[in-house]
């Protein structure tokens, strides 16, 4: 647990420094230098009980460097750089100081690859981001650490060929998915890997023939929109 605590600053020649502590009506506490009137240096906060809520450096007045941000127990939630005032480079969370999440920023956007973890600290999802929204490809994990699915995504919406796995690692679902719809040929297996039914989606809607097959492989019957055909 990190406890307030009292901090006696120096002038300097160049320029007016100052020490400041700002305490806020509901007991927060702010702690560190200001320079010709600016947060300056290293800073930090506290809640009403003496617990530090945050602690980073500022450059003329805006957040530039190393910051972190504690919980109530005085565990770390995120690690990262400020430049000039925005997120920038590699973050990680954490909930009760177990890594959840790390990635990039690029001026305060989620920017590159970003990665999620369970509470046993085994990946779980890995997703690329542009500029703050998705748009690459989105990776699902099993507990095994095996790949459950791929899904590409564009501008935040799915597009591209989506892959769905077993835990096993052989693959369950082959497709196109466009602005949430499916579209042409989606292929779906059995666990051993063979092919358990084949057709084409049209925005979602079945269309044509669909074939069905039997775990060994042989065709078992044909279903179109309006029902089933004899093969």
């Known amino acids: 647990m990190r406890i307030a605590h009292t901090i006696v600053l120096a002038g300097s020649l160049a320029g007016s420094w100052l020490p400041a502590h700002e305490a806020l009506a509901n007991g927060v506490t702010y702690v560190g230098e200001t320079v010709d009137?600016?947060?300056?240096?290293?800073?930090?906060?506290?809640?009403?009980s003496g617990v530090m809520i945050s602690q980073?450096?500022?450059?003329?007045?805006?957040?530039?460097?190393?910051?972190?941000?504690?919980?109530?127990?005085?565990?770390?939630?995120?690690?990262?750089?400020?430049?000039?005032?925005?997120?920038?480079?590699?973050?990680?969370?954490?909930?009760?100081?177990i890594l959840k999440g790390?990635?990039?920023?690029?001026?305060?956007?989620?920017?590159?690859v970003w990665e999620s973890f369970d509470e046993e600290g085994r990946l779980q999802f890995r997703r690329e981001y542009k500029d703050g929204k998705e748009d690459g490809?989105?990776?699902?994990?099993?507990?095994?650490?095996?790949?459950?699915?791929?899904?590409?995504?564009?501008?935040?919406?799915?597009?591209?060929?989506?892959?769905?796995?077993?835990?096993?690692?052989?693959i369950r679902i082959v497709g196109y998915e466009r602005n949430f719809r499916r579209q042409g040929v989606w292929q779906f297996f059995y666990p051993s890997g063979?092919?358990?039914?084949?057709?084409?989606?049209?925005?979602?809607?079945?269309?044509?023939d669909w074939e069905y097959f039997a775990p060994d492989g042989t065709l078992e019957k044909l279903i179109s929109p309006q029902g089933d055909r004899d093969i």
């Open 37 to 48: 009137g600016q947060r300056e240096g290293l800073w930090e906060t506290y809640s009403a």
């Open 56 to 97: 980073g450096y500022f450059s003329n007045g805006l957040r530039h460097g190393r910051w972190t941000t504690y919980d109530s127990e005085g565990l770390p939630t995120a690690i990262g750089n400020y430049v000039e005032g925005m997120q920038e480079g590699i973050w990680s969370l954490f909930e009760n100081g």
């Open 102 to 112: 790390r990635g990039n920023y690029r001026a305060d956007n989620r920017h590159g």
């Open 137 to 170: 490809i989105v990776e699902k994990f099993f507990p095994n650490g095996l790949l459950e699915y791929s899904h590409p995504t564009e501008g935040g919406a799915p597009s591209g060929l989506w892959v769905d796995f077993y835990d096993t690692g052989v």
């Open 194 to 208: 063979q092919l358990e039914k084949r057709g084409v989606y049209e925005d979602y809607e079945e269309t044509d």
